[in-house]
């Protein structure tokens, strides 16, 4: 099974602040990657696929990139409502796994 | 719209099977397949399988394959998850989400929450 590393497992930030987040895995996937994010109480809520594609009415200040095994969730500009938990999933083969998550919290 | 709606909460004891409905709304059932993810209290997301909604071939994580069936009703659109000999650390909120083959799920069901207690 492909292994996924997040990191930070959390991180303090402000509202407007750029933050980023890392994901490796343990082997080439490509693109083959979306990124979630989920609120207390709720189910995941899918930001992009295939590395960097902005899912359907997620704004734009959120953004994806990377290949291969290195890959890299961006907010620029954090919101009040992006105080979430986000994780990554490789989608190249089964088992898709997730990465253990990084949790955004309000500095 | 769009919409998955699941069963409701359950409580079962160890040893005992639960199972989750997951109801589809909305999209050609037949042309999604159907995941299945589930989260511990406190703990991140872990990946359960996943069904073909077009000829209901599932593929299971290898941790919980011996236990784990996944069916759909294409009469209903209605995919199914049954997982067996439950234990206390089976306690967690189980999702459906729709995804193709080739793409994450991008639809997610409210969540079940199964809590297995003596």
């Known amino acids: 099974a492909i292994r996924m590393t997040q990191s930070p497992s959390s991180l303090s930030a402000s509202t407007g602040d750029r933050v980023t987040i890392s994901c490796r895995t343990s082997?080439?996937?490509?693109?083959?990657l979306a990124w979630f994010q989920q609120k207390p109480g709720k189910a995941p809520k899918l930001l992009i696929y295939?590395?960097?594609t902005l899912q359907s009415g997620v704004p734009s200040r959120f953004s994806g990139s990377g290949s291969g095994t290195d890959f890299t969730l961006t907010i620029s500009g954090l919101q009040s409502e992006d105080f979430a938990t986000y994780y990554c999933?490789?989608?190249?083969?089964?088992?898709?796994?997730f990465g253990q998550g990084t949790k955004v919290e309000i500095k | 719209q769009v919409q998955l709606v699941q069963s409701g909460a359950e409580v079962k004891k160890p040893g005992a099977s639960v199972k989750v409905s997951c109801k589809a709304s909305?999209?050609?059932?037949?042309?999604?397949?159907m995941n299945w993810v589930r989260q511990a209290p406190g703990q991140g997301l872990e990946w359960m399988g996943w069904?073909?909604?077009?000829?209901?071939?599932?593929d299971y994580a290898q941790s919980l394959q011996d236990r784990v069936i996944m069916t759909i009703d294409t009469s209903t659109s209605t995919a199914y998850m049954e997982l067996r000999s439950l234990t206390f650390d089976d306690t967690a909120v189980y999702y459906c989400?729709?995804?193709?083959?080739?793409?994450?799920?991008?639809?997610w069901g409210q969540g079940t929450l199964v809590t297995v207690s003596s």
């Open positions: 082997q080439d996937i490509s693109t083959y």
């Open positions: 909305g999209y050609i059932f037949n042309s999604y397949g």
């Open positions: 999933q490789h989608y190249y083969s089964y088992p898709r796994t």
């Open positions: 069904i073909s909604g077009y000829n209901g071939h599932p």
């Open positions: 989400a729709r995804g193709p083959r080739s793409l994450p799920a991008d639809v």
């Open positions: 295939a590395a960097s």
